[in-house]
Nanobody, 119 residues
Framework: QVQLVESGGGLAQPGGSLRLSCAAS????????MGWYRQAPGKERELVAS???????WYRDPVKGRFTISRDTDKATLFLQMNALKPEDTALYFC?????????????WGQGTQVTVSS
């Protein structure tokens, strides 16, 4: 029943920006923490940012100051604004739903959207 559909990925130049979206359905969106993961070829999937109910955020060090996670409760949509992009940000980005209002175990994943940063 839970469905997470990412969009907004694409090609960007170093220093450019992209905004990823995750359309959520099948659950009470405002009552669950949400997050963004990414996975580059040959590497493990890693958590990039998380957003708990109430607006508490967490970011992986390499993206601090460049990425911003947010949500539009009325539209049940999660966002990841990515600025000052670097080639190292190239990866498949996944939207994820936590099991409760605080970030922790993940129980649902989106299909992923590709982000490529290259000149």
């Amino acid at each position: 029943q839970v469905q997470l559909v990412e969009s907004g990925g694409g090609l960007a130049q170093p220093g450019g920006s992209l905004r990823l979206s995750c359309a959520a359905s099948g659950f009470s969106f405002s009552n669950y923490a949400m997050g963004w993961y990414r996975q580059a070829p040959g590497k493990e999937r890693e958590l990039v940012a998380s957003l708990s109910v109430g607006g508490m955020t967490w970011y992986r060090d390499p993206v601090k100051g460049r990425f911003t996670i947010s949500r539009d409760t009325d539209k049940a949509t999660l966002f990841l604004q990515m600025n000052a992009l670097k080639p190292e940000d190239t990866a498949l980005y996944f939207c994820a739903k936590a099991k409760n209002r605080f970030w922790g175990n993940v129980d649902s994943w989106g299909q992923g959207t590709q982000v490529t940063v290259s000149s």
